[in-house]
């Protein structure tokens, strides 16, 4: 196959913007037709999450102690989330993990396991005022909800950790879509930083914070298939800063 710098030309053109249902069609290619294995797109991905706080929010920016609240849900958002939080640790960050309603799978047993054995501790509760939020951490990662939640079926406690996250004054970094975004509906938190994965959603299309990519990873075919038109990466970078 090809991959000249002729036939990469389409990788220049607009960024494509995926609906909720083209992205789970992508990534159930992935695990599919292409071998991924859920855990292994969990933790590459958990990891350039992880890379991307660091670039949006370096340890020389931040307060004495460099204090991150990772609140994750019960679905692969939360899982990436544990992931994320772990990579923090080894970075020489501060997590704390907000896993209110832990899954049964393996999956996310095993990566709360492996935070728990990096001593990263987990809250048994989310506070009640904002201002201890504030005044606790430097910045929230929102790895709460995905696209495969319709913002009408959020339950608690989530619509109330939702609730709390609008009131906050600390930076929020959203892991693939901010929670409770579709693309009717951005009218939610409201993150200083958005972490595509794979291709950004079409809920993102008017963000205006921050945003990184995460699809390196993704074979050419696949890229042409949906016609995702990605932008360049630098070097070995796993992710990409969007204009």
């Known amino acids: 196959m090809d991959y000249s710098c002729s036939n990469l030309e389409t990788l220049r053109k607009p960024l494509r913007y995926l609906s909720n249902e083209e992205a789970a069609a992508l990534e159930a290619e992935l695990l599919g037709e292409y071998r991924f294995g859920p855990q292994q797109l969990m933790e590459i991905w958990g990891h350039a999450c992880a890379i991307a706080i660091t670039k949006a929010f370096p340890l020389s920016s931040l307060k004495r102690h460099p204090t991150v609240l990772v609140i994750c849900g019960p679905s692969q ?3 990436i989330g544990l992931a994320c939080a772990r990579h923090l640790r080894m970075f020489d960050y501060m997590p704390t993990v907000y896993y209110p309603k832990r899954s049964t799978l393996a999956l996310h047993r095993d990566f709360t396991v492996q935070c728990e054995k990096t001593d990263i501790p987990f809250l048994s509760f989310l506070p009640a005022e904002v201002q201890l939020i504030n005044d606790a951490y430097n910045l929230v990662v929102d790895a709460i909800l995905g696209p495969e939640t319709e913002p009408s079926d959020i339950s608690e406690p989530y619509s109330s950790i939702l609730l709390a996250l609008r009131h906050i004054r600390i930076p929020i970094a959203s892991v693939d879509i901010p929670s409770g975004w579709d693309e009717a509906n951005v009218d939610c938190i409201n993150p200083t930083v958005l972490i595509s994965l794979m291709a950004p959603k079409k809920c993102a299309v008017g963000f205006s914070g921050t945003h990184y990519l995460v699809g390196r990873i993704l074979p050419y075919d696949i890229q042409r298939k ?18």
């Open 226 to 243: 949906y016609e995702l038109n990605a932008p360049e990466y630098h070097g070995t970078d796993c992710l990409v800063e969007l204009g």
């Open 77 to 79: 958002n939360g899982c």
